[in-house]
């Protein structure tokens, strides 16, 4: 009965209000383009609902962006692997290009939907009885569709980390979304306690960490397809201890800043975040001005040089280069926020270093946990961090036992 109630109020009330607030922004340029984003939704056969057809999906997943859609890929390939079927809605342009990939390769396996905050409805298009949620797309559709009897909603990567650097209260409507779901995966031990103040039971997992792995195990294969220099940067990685290998990935030029001073026996090898060649050539002219003169890697390159410093130009293989440092630094830590810690973490660097705005980062949480990451303000505590001795460390343990118990949790997950 709550379900029905629900529902008639989103589509007595919620909607027409949705559909009202669109005809008033319609010349709003954000809004055009959210509209043009969606109309694909009526077009495309990958997004024609599996009900046109007469069928069900297994499993639908919901996530916001790309970020949110790795978190959850190794779910999705065991699914498909499993030969279910899969609703997949998707809410930013970011992943839409990998979700078509997928679906030309799984057509009739997969279907996808733009995520419909001014077209269709979700419900009116979703056949599949078991939402799996991603972390941030709180809607309201979704808490009322799980309200009727025999569907399951699974909430994947719950953090809490907002809440707590803000000192606010976990809202009611948050509350009410992990009270309806099944199954919670915490991000970290802090949300994980939290949640259990709450009342809420769960497990502290992140499926990401094996999408790495699985990434990690396949790098040599990818390096022959896309990177076929790479034995030859490996005879050049050989001739340097771990310890003095320096990785900067997903760089920005004022990352360079913090690597004025560093010693000349450090190979140091730049992955820039942006390849634009005008990035590059900033790059480039920085290092000069601290007298490494740098050798450009690109797709057209035809050798590697033997050299000390390297501006990599290419894309796609950051995350598989990483197992071949002892020492990463994570770009983004001074502009809006750092990059991927995990790539890094499970690859097995010894020692990773980032810039002060990490706090939106939950996987710098999860290697402050396992203590190895440092954060930097300046290339004095840059050059701090990098004098510090490797050989001890160990790569944490605890990262092979989160990847062992990916079969337990992904069983729970596509169970249905």
């Known amino acids: 009965m709550s379900w029905l109630l629900s529902m008639t109020f989103m589509w007595l009330i919620y909607f027409p209000i949705l ?10 340029p954000k809004v055009r383009e959210r509209m043009s984003f969606e109309k694909k939704n009526r077009t495309e056969p990958g997004a024609r609902s599996f009900s046109k057809d007469g069928l069900k999906a297994d499993l639908c997943f919901e996530f ?8 959850v890929a190794s779910l999705i390939h065991d699914a498909l692997s499993l030969g279910k079927k899969l609703e997949l809605v998707f809410f930013s342009p970011s992943v839409e290009k990998g979700v078509l990939e997928l679906y030309q390769l799984h057509q009739q396996q997969i279907r996808y939907l733009r995520y419909p ?21 709180l809607f309201p559709e979704f808490l009322v569709w799980s309200l009727k009897k025999g569907r399951k909603l699974k909430f994947i990567w719950v953090t809490f980390k907002k809440e707590r650097m803000k000192a606010k209260m976990i809202s009611l409507f948050k509350r009410a979304f992990l009270q309806r779901s099944d199954f919670v995966v915490f991000a970290t031990e802090e949300d994980f306690k939290l949640g259990q103040d709450l009342g809420i039971q769960g497990v502290i997992y992140d499926f990401r960490m094996e999408q790495i792995k699985r990434r990690m195990d396949l790098r040599l294969e990818k390096f022959s397809k896309i990177f076929p220099l790479y034995l030859d940067f490996k005879l050049l990685l050989d001739a340097y201890p771990r310890g003095k290998r320096l990785i900067l990935g997903n760089a920005w030029p004022i990352d360079l800043d913090l690597i004025k001073d560093i010693p000349h026996d450090v190979l140091l090898v730049i992955v820039p975040h942006k390849l634009q060649p005008e990035i590059i050539e900033e790059m480039k002219q920085k290092l000069d001005s601290f007298g490494r003169t740098a050798a450009i890697i690109s797709d057209t390159s035809l050798a590697f040089p033997v050299t000390q410093t390297i501006l990599l130009n290419k894309k796609g293989i950051l995350c598989e280069l990483y197992a071949d440092f002892g020492k990463a630094y994570i770009g983004g830590g001074f502009g809006v926020s750092i990059h991927s810690v995990l790539e890094p973490l499970v690859a097995g660097s010894e020692t990773i270093s980032c810039g002060p705005m990490n706090h939106r980062s939950t ?25 510090e001795d490797i050989s001890g460390i160990k790569v944490h343990d605890r990262i092979g036992v989160q990847i062992a118990a990916y079969p337990k949790y992904q069983k729970e997950i596509l169970s249905c």
Do not use: C, H
Request: aromatic share 14%; no cysteine.
């Open 19 to 28: 559909s009202f607030l669109k005809l008033l922004l319609i010349f709003v």
């Open 64 to 71: 916001s962006s790309e970020g949110e859609y790795q978190q």
């Open 117 to 137: 905050i001014l077209g269709l409805s979700f419900s009116s298009w979703v056949t599949s009885p078991q939402l799996i949620l991603v972390r941030y797309d």
């Open 363 to 387: 996987e710098f949480d999860v290697a402050k946990n396992l203590g190895q990451i440092k954060e930097v303000k300046n290339s004095q505590e840059f050059m701090q961090w990098l004098s």
